[in-house]
């Protein structure tokens, strides 16, 4: 849904996704949507562009899955970077101190909304 100078993107319902789990979404068409994931982490929601600040890979190789196995931070499956879930910063591997982008997601009639500014498009 087109509104003003952003999209909001609804991507689960938060009843459906639960803590410490990720969902991917993609939005747009082509070889180059934008995609991103959102995740459920301490009772917050997060979301971030799957897009690693070290090689550009994508994230995940299996869908939704970003996290390491303790499931307390973001692993990139490429090269092993480890990111905080709060900030999204890299905290160890090759792009440390660099920091995944992070969209802004909200509730909305309980479901989770990330909303994409159209110039990122
Ligand atoms: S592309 Fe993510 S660590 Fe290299």
Redesign the pocket.
Known sequence: MKKNNFVDIDVIAFSDLKDNECREFSYGEGDWPLRGFVTHYRQDIFAYQNR??????Q?NWQPSDFLTPEKNNIV??????IFDILTGE?IA???FGDKLKKLRCFLSNQRVIVRIPLQHL
């Open positions: 690693c600040p070290h090689a550009g890979h994230l990139c499956s490429s090269h092993g970077a890299c591997g090759p792009c």
